[in-house]
């Protein structure tokens, strides 16, 4: 039995990837509010446009991986739309565009917060959404979706959250960013591990396919670590212990360098996905919640 439509591109949106947009406006709207300039409106007009260009990726991604060969019936985990014939790809291409047409709009209404600068900021975010994995030279498929995920993600998304609502910049923003960044980047590096014989085939040269499993395995790690380790240096800079709250998932965390290490089965990775998203989504629920904590 057909699904009904729209289900099948509410799953076409990927819903369990979306904490990657939401975390790091949480993260930025609470460092603001703890300098006493939060800006309810401010900071949902960053949750839409973070939202959207993350589905507008993830559409973009589901369109341009099928035409490069690198979603096949071989191809494990959920569902993708055009791969399974569900989704023409010219629909697939036209919702992509729609959407990151939206996505820019809405950055537009940004400027009357963070000035005109932010023009380029909305241009970059949609052309690099595009370029993950089309183009001529597509980012995923030459082992800088790492890199595109920890700065968008990270770095972009926490430091535009928090200027436009606080007017600066500052080593703060920086400290709470990296965190949220590295974490988003742990979910694309357990999909790239799942998805590591497929995309060889595919010549989708992710770091996993470059650098072997082994070393994915010890970048998980790392990115887990610094993300503990730098809430604990915001807490000593900012005097305020509440930073620290995110230690409290660190038996999440070596539960899944453990999961991680002890197997690769497409089951356990595709729930090991999940929960990476899950725990990003904590990490940065406790992340703010300590910021907002008052210092001692």
């Not at 989704?87 to 400027?111: D, E, K, N, Q």
């Not at 597509?138 to 790492?146: E, V």
């Not at 968008?152 to 200027?163: C, H, K, M, N, Q």
């Not at 965190?179 to 989708?204: M, S």
Request: positive net charge; hydrophobic residues 55%.
């Amino acid at each position: 039995m057909t699904a009904p439509r729209w289900r099948i591109w509410l799953g076409a949106i990927r819903p369990r990837t979306l904490t990657a947009a939401v975390a790091p406006v949480m993260v930025g709207s609470a460092l603001a509010a703890r300098d006493g300039r939060y800006d309810a409106v401010a900071a949902g007009l960053c949750l839409a446009f973070a939202l959207l260009i993350q589905i507008g990726t993830n559409l973009a991604n589901d369109y341009h991986d099928f035409v490069r060969g690198a979603d096949t019936p071989a191809r494990v985990g959920p569902l993708r739309a055009v791969a399974a014939g569900v989704i023409t790809p010219a629909s697939m291409r036209r919702a992509a565009w729609g959407v990151l047409g939206v996505a820019f709009c809405t950055g537009l209404t940004l400027i009357a917060w963070g000035g005109p600068w932010l023009i380029a900021v909305g241009v970059a975010s949609v052309v690099c959404a595009i370029a993950y994995t089309g183009g001529p030279w597509p980012l995923g498929y030459h082992g800088l979706g790492d890199v595109f995920v920890f700065i968008f993600f990270g770095l972009v998304a926490v430091g535009v959250t928090y200027f436009v609502q606080a007017a600066r910049f500052g080593i703060d923003p920086l400290l709470a960013a990296a965190p949220v960044g590295l974490l988003a980047a742990n979910i694309l590096v357990v999909n790239n591990y799942r998805d590591f014989t497929t995309d060889a085939a595919a010549g989708k040269r992710t770091l996993v396919v470059r650098f072997g499993r082994r070393a994915a395995r010890r970048q998980f790690v790392i990115s887990w670590a610094f993300a503990f380790a730098l809430p604990l240096v915001l807490a000593l800079r900012s005097r305020a212990p509440g930073c620290s709250l995110p230690l409290l998932l660190a038996p999440v965390a070596w539960g899944q360098m453990q999961r991680l290490n002890e197997s690769a089965a497409a089951a356990t990775l595709i729930v090991l996905l999940e929960d990476c998203a899950k725990s990003l989504a904590a990490f940065a629920l406790l992340f703010s919640a300590g910021l907002l904590l008052p210092p001692f």
